[in-house]
Structure formats: structure tokens, C-alpha cells
């Protein structure tokens, strides 16, 4: 088993992330008008919103798929997680670049490759911003029926070619999504960080204070209890994820999930060593100061993977 981690902190996004240079609210404004009730200056004279407002985090971000990722229809509920744009589409922007390692440093586009999305809520961002960006087929799954139901229906809207499946079981994250016959280039994640609905909430007042508003207890970007917290947190949920993908290592090239804190490599990094991954990296990512990074693993060799991108 190998490892690969960037050594420095990267202080800008993926090379290739659209929002790279910050948000266009012109443009933003242009595709999605109601933006502009949300919108004001901000002390350095720069158009901007408060970020505390779920309403207008969730008007940026329909905006911003709508611009950037020709989205035209996108909502959510109030309680759902309304997930960053522009760190989620590095996580996939990094994936792609996993899969050019194995592909003479081109990164693979069209519906050739079939990434599976787990729990990928009613935001649905993941196959919405990696269909537009690469040309991906995707699969989605969640444990919650009517996350899924909304997803379907963006899907729809959208007139997109998305799969859908309701995990039936929370025990399992494989079993009943991937069958027999079903090859994945890449899965990907945003597991429930958090060990208990407390410690949510605790990370929820954090999120709070740093947005110079320590008095409230709202959620800024949502999220049902599934999507944010399960006994054993990010740790728990991700070494049982490797553990259940050891059944399902050939039918997929690299394994992949978030991860939020970095203490929680060592004993994850522990599991893939029992698990007897062929190959496993860990990949830093960055937004302003904030990092980020995912594991990813195989249980497939080089020789396997470079044959399976080039059928």
C-alpha cells in the first residue's frame, strides 16, 4: 500500500474549478435575478451576501448552477444540507485527476465513466456540477426516501440521466446499490462528520461564531440529521465503508470519501491496511484557508485500472 498527500496546503482551488477567481455577481444576477435581494457591499467595498442567511445561500447556490453548470431548476427544502459549491466541485476535480494518473495524464470525460454518489442528498450537486464538468454517468444513493424523491425530481427538471436508489438498508452502503453486473470508475462521499446530534449542533455554534453571529443555533447550510451526524462520526462511518468495499473491489476502480478532520486519518488509514488495499492516497484540498481532503483506495493494480479506462 502506498500513500501520496500534498505537503503544503494549497491556498487557492482546483486549477480548473470555475470559481477560482470568486463569484461573478453580475452574472450570477443576470442568470438567477432573485440573487439580487440577497446581495449587498461588504466593508472592502465587494459585492457579496451574508453567508449566515440559509435563503441566501441557497439563492447563491442556484444561481451558481445555473450560470456555471447550466442547472435550471434547483431547490431545496428548508433542514437539507445546501453544500458549498465550489469545495464540492474540487472534490470531483481531484478525482479527476486520480483517474488520469491511469490514463496517460488525460483526464476521462463522457458517460463511459460511471461514478456512484453515496448519500448524495436532495442537493444532488455532485452528479449535477460532474455531468456538466466531465460528462459523467451517475448513481446516487441516500438512506432518506424523500431526499431521494427530491432528487429525482432536480434530476427531471433538468432532464438529466441520473439513477437514483434508496438505501433500504443504513446498515449497508454497498449491498443493494451496486449489482453484480455494475462497474464504477469512481465512488464518492460526504459522510456524516459528527458522533452525535450534540456534537453537531456544537460544530453548527462554531460555524455560527465564525460568521461573527454567536448568539444563534441555525443551521446556515442545513442539514437533516443523517447527512450531518452517526454513532462513531466520520471515523466509524468510513472505516465501515472500507471495510464493506472489500467485497466490491473489482468492480471499482478507486473507492473514495471526504474527510473532514485529520486526525481521523491514522485509524482510518489503519483500516485500509487490514482491509489490504493495493493502493490507497490522500489528497489535500483547499478553499481560502480552510482545508479539506479525501482518501481514496483500490484493490485494483495499476495494469487493471489503465485496461478498465481504456476499454
Known sequence: MTRSS????KSKLHPRNQHIDGYDFKRLIKCSPDLAGFTASNPLGHTSIDFSDEHAVRALNRALLHAHYNIKFWDLPENYLCPPIPGRVDYLHYL?????????????????????????GANLVYPLTGQSEYGWSFTGSDIDP??????QQIAAFNQLKIALKLQKNSSDIFHGIIASQDIFHLTLCNPPFH????KAQQGTLRKWKNLGKPGSAALNFGGQNAELWCPGGEVKFITTMIA??????GQCLWFSSLVSKKESLKPLYAALKKAGVEESRTIDMAQGQKVSRFIAW???????RRAALNN
Do not use: C, M
Not at 490514463?103 to 448524495?120: F, M, Q, S, W, Y
Not at 458522533?195 to 450534540?198: G, V, Y
Not at 464493506?244 to 473491489?249: A, C, V
Open 6 to 9: 500534498s505537503k503544503t496546503a
Open 96 to 120: 479527476a485527476d486520480l483517474l488520469a494518473l491511469d490514463n496517460n495524464h488525460e483526464v476521462p470525460r463522457g458517460r463511459a465513466i460511471k461514478v456512484l454518489d453515496i448519500g448524495t
Open 146 to 151: 424523500a431526499a431521494v424523491k427530491l432528487a
Open 195 to 198: 458522533a452525535s446530534k450534540e
Open 244 to 249: 464493506q468495499s472489500i467485497e466490491f473491489g
Open 298 to 304: 483500490t484493490f485494483i493494480d495499476q495494469i487493471g
